[in-house]
């Protein structure tokens, strides 16, 4: 089959389970591809990026957005290659991120000629399958769309000959179904045992998933530590921990119940050195986010906890929230006392966010800090964050793909998360209409770091090392994107109108405010 011809009866496979929107990178050898999708014009929606990688985040921001597979095409050679970081961040996420790469005909492998390596196999344990395309047959056989595939279509010269064949009739295909989960072990989690002590920890969930967690937890009852994605943080009220990692630390709970995507904060690591807390997680990707001893549940969290059923109340039966109250206001006043550090900076952003249609948050510090320090009284109608397999990479492009769409959307990343996804903006232009605030922490590098035992009595070079300490002008940033620039060196100078398209919100914290904050938070009972 011709380059023309197999481009075309790849996308049309595409569009036979769902697949219509694309994020095409260019190149020679994927150049059908481009044919193809612009003879499609009315029925599918096409981005471009030069960047793969930022491409390939973008799309799986997509993919959040509109809750359906969306695939990212690429050239042959190291272009493919790109795609790794986003697939790696797809597949510990459970989406559905297909990958579709040029390649050059199948003699060519092994061969070192130029713009040939080895793309069959190339992620590895990261997609469920990798499969040559070179003429028409199945493609989505088996695929569950609960994380990456990858397609390698090699394609022969000419590329770009005009068609010279009707398109091939075929069956559409079907995607595959999972088993329902099985929920004997999550009844008996917490049916038995529970004097002891049982805390719900929430990690990322989907939209359609928070109804019944909600309703779930507000018949249990039982103290609940939750991150900002999942939706619910601001909704429970009196069910939730505040400064609940720290909490939990001082008084160990006998179980913990993990609902979703694996949680960031740092208990959940602790976890991993206290074997007498039983865990269970309902997870829907089926990965413990635990290297002990626990049990999982491989089920979409809505479909387990209608499965359970009805659920009797247990409560708080170790008195993890009866100062719940007391810390809350000690951390409020040490925010009023610090109003312009990194803490008091991320409560006024969470202030002036509770008006926007989508909250995005770096892997880095500020997911942390706003898990700690934002607001609790309003919820948001959305916070994203990827799960952070990626690390900062791809994060202004996973956040522009949520986005894309329109609307208020506020995004909250650090300084190095930033330049390391610099390039991804050139995508603004294809975005809808709305308003973009990015909001860059400029704290002078990764101040994450600082938290970290032993760090800071390490030497004074390995510390500037460790940090990666910068000193970029965020404004020249701005001009290079072409977007609207505002500074807030203090919580006064958020009172501001953000204009339509981007606006880059650089905040620089007071170091001296920041410091004096951990030093006092670190003493809070």
């Not at 394609?155 to 295909?173: C, M, Q, Y």
Request: net charge negative.
């Amino acid at each position: 089959m011709n380059a023309c011809d197999l481009a075309n009866e790849v996308i049309s496979r595409c569009l036979s389970i769902g697949i219509d929107e694309f994020v095409f990178c260019p190149g020679a050898r994927d150049a059908p591809f481009a044919q193809a999708l612009a003879e499609l014009e009315d029925e599918v929606r096409v981005w471009h990026h030069f960047d793969e990688r930022s491409a390939a985040f973008f799309a799986l921001g997509r993919i959040m957005a509109i809750a359906r597979p969306v695939a990212v095409i690429t050239t042959s050679g190291t272009a493919a290659a790109e795609l790794l970081p986003a697939c790696i961040e797809a597949h510990y996420q459970a989406r559905p991120l297909l990958l579709i790469t040029a390649d050059r005909p199948v003699e060519f492998a092994g061969s070192g000629a130029p713009q040939s390596i080895e793309q069959h196999d190339l992620f590895g344990k990261y997609v469920d399958q990798s499969i040559e395309i070179e003429n028409s047959g199945p493609i989505f056989e088996g695929w569950t769309a609960e994380g990456p595939r990858h397609l390698n279509v090699r394609l022969d010269e000419p590329l770009l000959k005009v068609s010279s064949e009707e398109p091939t009739p075929h069956e559409p295909e079907q995607l595959a179904t999972r088993p329902q989960p099985g929920v004997v072990d999550l009844a008996r989690f917490i049916g038995e045992g529970t004097w002891k002590g049982l805390v719900v920890m929430l990690g990322g969930l989907e939209p359609e998933e928070r109804d019944p967690v909600y309703h779930f937890l507000k018949d249990l009852k039982v103290p609940v530590l939750a991150d900002s994605t999942s939706g619910l943080r601001e909704a429970l009220g009196e069910l939730s921990l505040a400064d609940g990692d720290r909490v939990l630390k001082a008084k160990l709970p006998g179980k913990v119940l993990r609902l979703g995507e694996v949680p960031i904060g740092r208990f959940w690591r602790d976890l991993e050195n206290l074997p007498k807390v039983e865990v269970l997680s309902v997870s829907p990707n089926g990965y413990s986010g635990l290297a002990r001893a626990s049990t999982t549940i491989h089920s979409p969290v809505a479909e387990a906890l209608e499965s359970l059923g009805m659920v009797t109340e247990i409560g708080d039966t170790i008195d993890l929230l009866i100062n719940r109250s007391s810390r809350q206001s000690k951390l409020s006043e040490l925010i009023e006392r610090y109003p312009d550090s990194e803490p008091g900076m991320i409560r006024a952003i969470s202030l002036y966010a509770t008006i926007s249609d989508l909250v995005y948050l770096g892997n880095s510090l500020p997911v942390r800090e706003w898990n700690l320090f934002a607001q609790t009284e309003h919820p948001y109608s959305l916070v994203r964050a990827n799960r952070g397999a990626n690390g900062i990479d791809g994060q202004i492009a996973s956040f522009l793909g949520n986005a894309a769409d329109g609307g208020d959307a506020w995004a909250v990343l650090g300084d190095l998360t930033t330049l390391y996804d610099a390039n991804a903006p050139a995508l603004e232009s294809q975005l809808g209409e709305g308003r973009r605030i990015l909001v860059v922490m400029n704290n002078g590098g990764g101040r994450i770091f600082d938290r970290l035992p032993g760090v800071k009595t390490s030497p004074d070079e390995s510390q500037q090392w460790i940090r990666q300490e910068t000193e970029a002008k965020l404004e020249h940033l701005a001009k290079l994107w072409g977007c609207h620039y505002h500074l807030a060196t203090s919580i006064d100078d958020f009172e501001f109108e953000p204009n339509s398209g981007l606006t880059l919100l650089e905040a620089r914290p007071s170091t001296e405010e920041t410091e004096r904050f951990w030093e006092a938070y670190d003493l809070i009972k």
